[in-house]
């Protein structure tokens, strides 16, 4: 059992497959130290074997073929200082092995369909990010991915997400309303009728309110700014590069929008825009464009995904350091 001042902290990452949690995952370990983050696919808690999804004509997505019970107790669990023994579910072979024993760190990551779908499971969370990737986006990526990798037809491609597109949109994709932040990932508006969606534009929607939770801004906080960073200090080839930031509402909820549309040709003149970028968390001038270039081949680190995602992350670390630090007073206050 921990004691108060090793509180769990507790991760939500939220989206569909393919929308870059591994990526994402990846860079938060960064920030983290692998030794103490513990990473659980919500996948473990498919109720359901392959083949018992498919006998009841249901898919993972649908909350009928996952046990959002054991999710919430296990969970609860480990938050507590516990440790768990937790199922597995082999995507090889599609069905259920024995369970692994998981001891608690110092931070825990639930990732995967539903992290915020269960509100017991929603209201253990101490930050929750949602992966949001437009349609179009999507069935590029993927045509490009299955085409090119599995042989899939463009019929097949397209055929399997409609398929999905159903219980996506009534499972999955409500989450985002949840979320303390969404990273939206769309096609750019810089080149008209783009096909390749190689060029993207990515926003920043952070929530408003949110304990221990500053949200970035650009400039000048609760503004609104259209800003063409591009120049002398800023190299940009066709189409540039468009960043805006303001106010907005979404599902209801007061946030702030930062938006990155265009790539960056010199990951290391991303120094130009950090300097112009106002409560990142980052604990040294110049740390944010270290993190990117620490990594400049994964996925993303030439757009918005990539910077917004080193962004959070730098976010979850400023909230994990304030919950630790609130967690250390408490046990000296309790021990007098």
Request: hydrophobic share 35%.
């Amino acid at each position: 059992m921990t004691s108060q001042s090793d509180r769990v902290i507790l991760i939500g990452v939220a989206g569909d497959s393919g929308c870059g949690k591994s990526t994402f995952l990846r860079r938060l370990a960064d920030l983290f130290g692998e030794e103490f983050m513990t990473v659980i696919c919500l996948d473990d808690y498919h109720s359901l074997d392959r083949k018992g999804r498919k006998a009841a004509g249901v898919t993972a997505l649908n909350p009928k073929a996952n046990n959002f019970d054991l999710m919430y107790e296990q969970i609860k669990s480990l938050k507590a200082g516990n440790s768990i023994a937790k199922p597995i579910y082999n995507h090889e072979t599609g069905e259920l092995d024995p369970p692994e024993n998981v001891d608690p760190n110092r931070v825990v990551v639930i990732e995967g369909l539903h992290p915020m779908y269960d509100e017991r499971v929603r209201e253990l969370l101490d930050f929750s990010v949602y992966l949001d990737i437009d349609d179009d986006v999507k069935i590029a990526w993927k045509i490009q991915r299955d085409m090119a990798e599995r042989g899939h037809t463009y019929e097949d491609v397209l055929a399997s997400i409609n398929a999905r597109r159903p219980d996506f949109e009534a499972y999955i994709d409500v989450q985002k309303q949840y979320a303390d932040v969404v990273i939206q990932i769309l096609p750019t508006k810089l080149i008209p009728d783009d096909k390749e969606k190689k060029v993207l534009r990515v926003r920043l929607i952070q929530k408003e309110g949110v304990a221990g939770f500053e949200p970035v801004y650009l400039f000048d906080e609760g503004s609104t700014i259209d800003w063409i960073p591009c120049g002398r200090k800023l190299t940009c080839s066709y189409p540039g590069i468009r960043m805006h930031y303001g106010p907005d509402s979404y599902y209801g909820n007061e946030v702030s929008v930062l938006e990155i549309d265009g790539q960056f040709d010199r990951l290391e003149e991303l120094i130009y825009v950090e300097s112009h970028l106002s409560s990142t968390s980052t604990k040294y001038y110049g740390e944010m464009t270290e993190l990117l270039l620490k990594h400049r081949e994964y996925p993303g680190s030439n757009n918005g995904s990539g910077l917004f995602q080193v962004l959070v992350g730098l976010k979850m670390r400023a909230t994990y350091e304030l919950l630790m630090e609130q967690a250390a007073k408490e046990a000296v206050a309790s021990a007098k």
